[in-house]
C-alpha cells in the first residue's frame, strides 16, 4: 500500500479487479441487491420476449436502506428506448433494492469490483500453482561468464538487440542504431580475422 497524493488514502499497489455481474428485475417484485463488496451498473437492457400488443414505459428506479422514497434510474420503452447506459455504484452499506413497473423484464449488467483480498488470494493460489510446476523443471543456474568473457557478452548483437528493444523509447530498428550495431559486428568480424 502506499498514499495516493492527491487524496493522501492509502491505495493498493494492485489496480482493482472487476468480475461481471448481471440480474434480471421482473415488473412488480422489488430486487435487493444484497452486495458483499462495491458494484457498478452499466446498463440496464429491456428484454422483449414477446412484442406487446399495447406498449407502455418500463421504469426502472431504486430504493436504499430503510428509505421508502424510489429515485428513477432510466424509462424503457418497446421499440424506442431497449437500453440504457449508465454508472451507478453501489456498496454493501447502501441496502439498495432495485423496482421495475411496466410489461417487460429488464436486464442490469455491471461489474463487482474485487479487494485486495481477493486478488492476493488469487495471486498466492497462482503462485503456488507455478512453484509446483516449477518445481518439477528446475534447471541448473548457468555458469557466471568470466571477467574476460563479459565483453564477449556485449559483443554479441542478438544481446544488444534484445536489451535494445527492451528500453522504453527506443526502437532497435532505427537506422542510427543499426549502424552502430553494424559496425560493432564487423568489428568483433575484424578481430577474429587476426586471431
Not at 421508502?68 to 431497449?82: I, P, S, T
Not at 437500453?83 to 451507478?88: A, R
Not at 548483437?157 to 559486428?185: A, E, T, Y
Amino acid at each position: 500500500f502506499f498514499l495516493d497524493d492527491a487524496t493522501l488514502q492509502p491505495r493498493s499497489l494492485f489496480p482493482v479487479t472487476m468480475a461481471f455481474w448481471g440480474l434480471e428485475i421482473l415488473p412488480g417484485k422489488p430486487m435487493p441487491l444484497n452486495l458483499t463488496r462495491r458494484l457498478v451498473v452499466k446498463q440496464a437492457a429491456l428484454v422483449v420476449s414477446k412484442p406487446a400488443k399495447k406498449t407502455e414505459p418500463c421504469v426502472l428506479s431504486v430504493s436504499v436502506a430503510e428509505d421508502e422514497q424510489r429515485y428513477v434510474v432510466c424509462r424503457l420503452h418497446e421499440g424506442v428506448l431497449e437500453q440504457c447506459p449508465m454508472e451507478l455504484p453501489f456498496s454493501p452499506g447502501d441496502e439498495a433494492q432495485v423496482h421495475l413497473s411496466g410489461g417487460h423484464a429488464v436486464h442490469l449488467t455491471g461489474f463487482l469490483e474485487l479487494d485486495d483480498e481477493d486478488d492476493m488470494e488469487d495471486m498466492d493460489g497462482e503462485l503456488d500453482e507455478l512453484d509446483e510446476e516449477s518445481s518439477d523443471e528446475v534447471a541448473a543456474p548457468a555458469p557466471a561468464p568470466a571477467a574476460g568473457d563479459m565483453s564477449a557478452v556485449f559483443q554479441d548483437p542478438s544481446f544488444l538487440q534484445s536489451v535494445l528493444g527492451s528500453l522504453p523509447g527506443v526502437d532497435p530498428n532505427d537506422p542510427r542504431i543499426q549502424s552502430v550495431l553494424q559496425k560493432q559486428d564487423g568489428d568483433k568480424k575484424e578481430d577474429e580475422d587476426k586471431k
